[in-house]
């Protein structure tokens, strides 16, 4: 097991022995004589805690294999009292593997050297994501493209600009120069380093870059890269480096069991469409009753009113003549229902009908939601508006070929009914305190 930091703000713990590792939990003290804030941007597994100069970063189990990567991303805002060489930070790891315990560290962070202040350039970058997608399951490979930007948005120049973009994803198989505006680049095994030269002031320089490559851990929020950039005032003479900016964050999902190949005999909707009805006066006479509710039924077709007729010079579709009537029931104070229908609803429609075989049977479904729209009675009148949503379907029954993940589990055991015993609930009750609190 080994810890390293990249640039100021950037941990990555990395498992490249053989076998898990568990109770994972790494420190990270914070070097600077006065800490303003500390705040964790991202990470990718565990919780983290801070207190006082030190992050506390609870990893929990990582899995063996280097490919399999805890990042961790903060920001620091501070100062050093004194000038000269310093350290940001410094961070030990500790965990347990079947071995034994286990430790490494302290890692340093990247080497500051502090001057007397001086006005600083303003060096920047930006990212966005060109192509590749934001959703894709553990260990399945893919290619994102991306630009970097780098601007000089100071006072002078910046000489020697260096831009370094760090690829996050745990396996790497090719990563590609698409386009440069200026400067040169090299590649390692996870890293982009760019090296632009100089910048004038108001200049903005733009990398397009390709990478392939696969996550193997699940993560909501997992960054695609992270890049910094690093150049040279020399009015100043001294270093400015823009803050780490994070890519695109993709959405690493939890494997998927292998699916079998299974052939079922089910319903395909061929085709469909939607309607609506409106009613705005349906009369029910209540009695000497009053109305507790309205409940609307399925609709239905009216039994020989369906004609289904072929259309000239439109093979495959269809003419379909019906007429459709809603059931409804009027629920009164003292339990008794007034059943009833709206009024019928007549459809002539064309929808799409292969043409088949004479045995193979299409069949019409349709169905509806229906809601009271507004109500009101009146000398023992009810009115009522209603609104009726419909949806039409040409539904055969055939053979399909479709991924499964086998037999469904066990149910769970059914709950039985429990009459309510007040004596037992109270036979468990808290036995209640007899006298009043006394003074103290």
């Known amino acids: 097991m080994r810890v390293v930091e990249f640039c100021n703000e950037l941990i990555r713990i990395e498992n490249d022995g053989g076998s898990p590792i568990n109770n994972t939990i ?18 990718c597994q565990g919780s983290v805690s ?23 991303q903060a920001e620091i805002t501070g100062s050093f009292s004194t000038i000269g060489n310093k350290v940001l930070d410094e961070a030990n790891v500790q965990g347990n593997s079947k071995g034994g315990p286990l ?14 202040e001086f006005a600083e350039p303003i060096l920047t970058n930006n990212k966005t994501l060109i192509d590749g997608p934001t959703t894709i399951p553990v260990n399945e490979f893919s290619t994102w493209e991306f630009t970097v930007e780098i601007s000089n948005a100071g006072t002078g120049i910046i000489q020697d600009v260096i831009a370094t973009d760090l690829i996050l994803l745990n396996i790497i198989t090719e990563i590609v120069e698409v386009s440069l505006s200026k400067g040169s680049v ?8 760019w090296d632009i030269g100089d910048l004038a002031l108001g200049e903005t320089v733009t990398g397009i870059f390709k990478v392939v490559g696969a996550f193997t851990a699940p993560c909501d929020q997992q960054p695609l890269n992270r890049t910094f950039a690093v150049g040279f005032d020399p009015v100043t003479n001294q270093f400015v480096e823009t803050g780490i900016e994070s890519g695109a964050t993709i959405n690493v999902l939890s494997p998927i069991e292998p ?19 409106c009613f705005t006066d ?5 009695g000497n009753n009053q109305l507790q509710d309205i409940k609307f039924k399925q609709g239905v077709i009216v039994e020989n009113t369906l004609v289904i007729t072929d259309i000239l010079n439109k093979p495959n579709f269809k003419r379909v003549q019906f007429v459709l009537t809603i059931p409804y029931e009027v629920i009164l104070t003292n339990g008794e229902k007034i059943e009833g229908v709206l009024p019928d609803i007549s459809k002539d429609i064309v929808l799409f009908i292969p ?13 509806t939601a229906s809601k009271v729209l507004e109500e009101q009675v009146q000398n023992d009148i009810l009115t009522f508006a209603a609104g009726v949503f419909i949806i039409i379907k ?10 499964s993940f086998g037999f469904c589990v066990d149910p769970p055991l059914c709950e039985e009914f429990t009459p309510r015993d007040i004596c037992k609930e109270f036979d468990y009750a808290s036995f209640p305190d007899f006298y009043p609190e006394q003074y103290e």
């Open 282 to 286: 349906v009369e029910v006479n209540l």
């Open 103 to 116: 430790t490494d560290g302290p890692a340093t962070g990247q080497g500051i050297t502090v001057q007397q």
């Open 50 to 72: 801070i207190t006082a100069n030190t992050i506390t970063w609870d990893i929990g189990d990582l899995a063996q294999g280097v490919s399999n990567v805890a990042v961790l």
């Open 186 to 193: 090299s590649f390692s095994s996870d890293q982009i380093t």
């Open 355 to 367: 043409d088949s075989r004479d045995e193979f049977d299409f069949r019409i479904v349709v169905e």
């Open 259 to 277: 699916f079998k190949s299974e052939c079922i005999i089910t319903d395909k909707v061929y085709a469909h469409c939607q309607q609506r009805e």
């Open 394 to 403: 040409v539904v055969g029954k055939v053979q399909l070929l479709i991924p």
């Open 26 to 43: 790494m420190t990270d003290t914070i070097l600077l004589d006065n800490i303003d804030s500390i705040t964790v941007l991202d990470i």
